[in-house]
């Protein structure tokens, strides 16, 4: 069974900083493309920021040049850095991986959130 696990969540004035961290655990054989999503109430999960396994980026144009995703292959992790928090990026963000354990397919695997709350 695989599982993500994110941290880093929190409580930040807005101009500050934040990162975020997502590891996956269990049969992991190959991790594929891995990636961030948020979602606010009312509304649907947004994507963030992906990163694929060989690190080609993609980004939501409303976090360009404010955040960057990065991971450490060795780690099973994924990274989110996010700078120049604004009010409007609160919401709880959400760790995604397509993860192959080894079977016929590859598999998408979500964690179960952390809240990021930008307020002064």
């Known amino acids: 069974q695989v599982q993500l696990v994110e941290s880093g969540g929190g409580l930040v004035q807005p101009g500050g900083s934040l990162r975020l961290s997502c590891t996956a655990s269990?049969?992991?054989?190959?991790?594929?493309?891995m990636g961030w999503y948020r979602q606010t109430p009312g509304r649907q999960r947004e994507l963030v920021a992906t990163i694929s396994r060989y690190e080609y980026t993609n980004y939501a144009a409303s976090v360009l040049d404010r955040f960057a995703t990065s991971r450490d292959n060795s780690k099973n992790t994924v990274y989110l850095q996010m700078n120049s928090l604004k009010p409007e990026d609160t919401a709880v963000y959400y760790c995604?991986?397509?993860?192959?354990?080894?079977?016929?397919?590859?598999?998408?695997?979500w964690g179960r959130g952390t809240q990021v709350t930008v307020s002064s």
């Open positions: 995604n991986a397509d993860i192959f354990d080894g079977g016929t397919w590859s598999y998408d695997y």
């Open positions: 269990g049969t992991i054989v190959k991790i594929n493309d």
